[in-house]
């Protein structure tokens, strides 16, 4: 029987697992196929489709936690911005987010947020390396 921190942690894996795909499916990473006027640029699912190779179904957000992943796109439209990459959100952008959208959070959900924003972080430096990569050759 799985106890009750292991049921969020599931969750939060969940969230973070559909973040990563959307980084690396639904992003514009420099990929280009042809369009009008020449080429464009394209998402991965778009690239792939253009050279007909299936990309996967997009992971589904679990129903217990779209408010959560509703807060962290809301957190990560007010990220500032690093030199060369994204500085995490902290937990003090996180409370005072919360204390001034008077928005009740758990312990359980900004463990998530956290969660969520590392795997989205990494899914993004994987990505932009992936690009300098290929910008190279």
């Known amino acids: ?22 980084v690396r499916y639904s ?4 990929h ?3 369009g009008k006027g020449g080429q464009v ?6 690239y792939n489709a253009a050279f007909g ?5 997009p992971p589904p957000i679990p129903d217990a936690v779209t ?19 994204m500085s995490p959100l902290t937990y003090s952008e996180i409370y005072h987010w919360s204390v001034l959208t008077r928005t009740k959070i758990a312990t359980q959900e900004i463990n998530m947020l956290i969660m969520m ?6 899914a993004v430096n ?8 290929r910008d190279k050759s």
């Open 32 to 34: 280009k196929v042809s």
């Open 67 to 85: 408010h959560v992943w509703e807060w962290w796109w809301k957190l990560n439209a007010r990220r500032v911005p690093g030199f060369d990459s």
């Open 41 to 46: 640029d394209a998402t991965r699912v778009e």
């Open 27 to 30: 992003m514009h990473w420099g």
């Open 117 to 122: 924003d590392d795997a989205y972080l990494q």
């Open 126 to 133: 994987a990505e932009r390396k992936e690009q300098r990569d």
């Open 53 to 57: 190779v299936e990309s996967p179904d």
């Open 1 to 22: 029987m799985r106890g009750r921190n292991e049921f969020f942690l599931e969750l939060g894996e969940a969230l973070a697992d559909v973040l990563k795909y959307q």
